[in-house]
């Protein structure tokens, strides 16, 4: 869907040359990041937690982005970073954008301990069934 949307912008809103298509292709990264940290905040509704514990009333999530990685959030806010360091033709962006990745894939993983704690064998088959931080690669 995302390359749909990025080809059709294209489309009607045509680069000139390869930079300003890496340009336009950051620039709809980041904003398609943006877009799916919304929606992932939206799918997890009450559940949402700005620490790394779960609700006591939290509800494992498997609909919306969560059925195509564990940590969409973290995975949108990287998608963001990346792209920002793309539009910008920002080499010290992509590398914190890198170095950002490293920092949440370690939070992710502390984050799984309490996710197995508090649902179990429930987490445990999400965890054999969805990726982590990529969906489709890692």
């Known amino acids: 869907f995302v390359l749909q949307a990025v080809l059709l912008l294209l489309v009607v809103f045509p680069a000139k ?13 980041f904003l398609g ?5 919304a929606w992932s ?8 937690s700005p620490l790394p514990k779960p609700r006591s009333n939290a509800e494992l999530c498997r609909s919306g982005p969560y059925e195509y990685v564990r940590h969409p959030m ?3 806010l990287l ?13 010290t962006r992509v590398v914190l954008s890198l170095a950002l990745l490293l920092l949440l894939d370690t939070k992710a993983s502390k ?9 179990g ?18």
């Open 17 to 29: 040359g390869i930079s300003d298509f890496i340009t336009t292709a950051g620039f709809f990264c």
């Open 33 to 37: 990041g943006i877009g799916m940290i």
């Open 41 to 48: 905040a939206n799918e997890l509704g009450d559940s949402l």
């Open 74 to 76: 973290y995975c949108a």
């Open 79 to 91: 998608l963001s970073c990346l792209g920002l360091g793309i539009a910008t033709s920002s080499a």
């Open 111 to 119: 984050e799984e301990a309490f996710l197995v704690e508090r649902f």
């Open 121 to 138: 064998d429930d987490y445990t088959s999400y965890q054999q069934s969805v990726n982590k931080l990529i969906p489709w690669l890692y």
